[in-house]
């Protein structure tokens, strides 16, 4: 029987490029077409086509939840806001000398590092192509900014910079994207 098998095929490509509840979700309402057309009287065959003809190349449903991806959408919203989150952190920094707080160097580089992984993340799941790849780079990516965010915030707390406005800005801003992240994370998980 070649009309399941199209329809199996059709399946097997968004499984295979689609997280498994995604894929099923899309493989039911084909196989749910595939069956409305069976009870129109249409032979397998023609039921088949016509179904994924319905429902249009799989490749290009694939591109299409790829580029509407949760990850990819937060990966944007955090790039973009990134710059704010900077500059209210080194105002900060440079006006409260952020290099004679007491924060051991190894914490520094961590952190840095830290930063320079997530916006690679970031970056990477707003470019790359593979719906998968875009959920790893973009979850890791926001685990890795909030990470940072949470630290800064401790960092500022425990030293007590002055001036204390640039804290609170610094320390609001920062609240909000680890907000920001946790409400992101379970539509990018789902």
Do not use: H, N
């Not at 580029?67 to 806001?81: G, K, N």
């Not at 900077?86 to 580089?109: F, I």
């Not at 990477?124 to 890795?144: D, E, P, Q």
Request: with cysteine; aromatic share 6%; net charge positive.
């Amino acid at each position: 029987m070649a009309e399941p098998g199209l329809i199996d095929e059709y399946c097997a490509v968004l499984r295979g490029a689609l997280p498994a509840a995604l894929a099923e979700e899309v493989g039911d309402g084909l196989v749910e077409a595939y069956e409305a057309c069976l009870r129109q009287g249409m032979a397998q065959t023609e039921a088949a086509r016509s179904a994924v003809a319905e429902f249009g190349d799989p490749e290009a449903i694939v591109a299409e939840f790829t580029r509407i991806s949760p990850a990819r959408r937060a990966a944007a919203t955090f790039l973009l806001t990134g710059p704010l989150a900077g500059v209210c952190w080194a105002a900060l920094l440079l006006s409260g000398k952020g290099w004679d707080w007491p924060v051991p160097l190894v914490a520094r580089v961590l952190v840095g590092g830290l930063l320079l992984a997530s916006i690679a993340g970031l970056i990477t799941a707003t470019r790359t192509k593979c719906y998968r790849a875009i959920r790893r780079s973009g979850v890791s990516g926001c685990l890795g900014l909030a990470t940072v965010d949470a630290s800064m915030i401790m960092a500022a707390i425990l030293v007590s910079p002055r001036p204390p406005w640039l804290a609170a800005a610094a320390i609001t801003v920062s609240a909000a994207r680890i907000t920001c992240v946790a409400r992101s994370l379970r539509p990018m998980l789902a």
